[in-house]
């Protein structure tokens, strides 16, 4: 019994305390480095994709679905956005920018004809409106008179 319990009490060498044997090793790692070794060295190479920002417009189409859906271009435009947004959760890039420069097409036409539109209908009630006062004071000067 004697003969085992010292076999476990005792160091690789019998004598060594197993902790000095640990330290020694790290102190060796440290100021020599790892051990070099012959076998050839394997790489992994790990592609990352990076994240192209491809504009969907989809606010821009949105704003002009609400306020200036002249012909339904802005309705059509923001279908072309929402199609893009998805080709662009897919990973399809080319299919997304195609997508993106139809809706941008699509929305800068929606936001001129919208644009000229108001301009015109602001002329028209204006202009209107001034023939309406005019077509009133004459009514009342020719009832007037008699």
Not at 84 to 113: F, H, P
Not at 125 to 138: D, F, H, P
Request: net charge negative; with cysteine; glycine share 6%.
């Amino acid at each position: 019994m004697n003969c085992t319990s010292q076999l476990l009490f005792t160091g690789a060498h019998g004598v060594v305390p197993p902790a000095y044997e640990l330290l020694k090793e790290e102190h060796e790692v440290a100021v020599l480095g790892a051990p070099q070794s012959q076998a050839p060295v394997t790489t992994t190479v790990i592609n990352i994709r990076s994240d192209t920002a491809v504009p969907d417009h989809i606010v821009w189409s949105l704003f002009n679905t609400i306020f200036m859906n002249c012909c339904c271009l802005g309705f059509v435009a923001f279908a072309y956005s929402v199609k893009s947004r998805d080709r662009k959760m897919v990973g399809d890039i080319t299919g997304a920018q195609s997508y993106a420069s139809t809706a941008k097409c699509l929305n800068i036409c929606a936001l001129v004809l919208g644009i000229l539109l108001s301009i015109v209908l602001i002329i028209l009630v204006s202009t209107g409106s001034l023939m309406i006062v005019q077509a009133i004071l004459e009514l009342i000067q020719n009832y007037g008179g008699h």
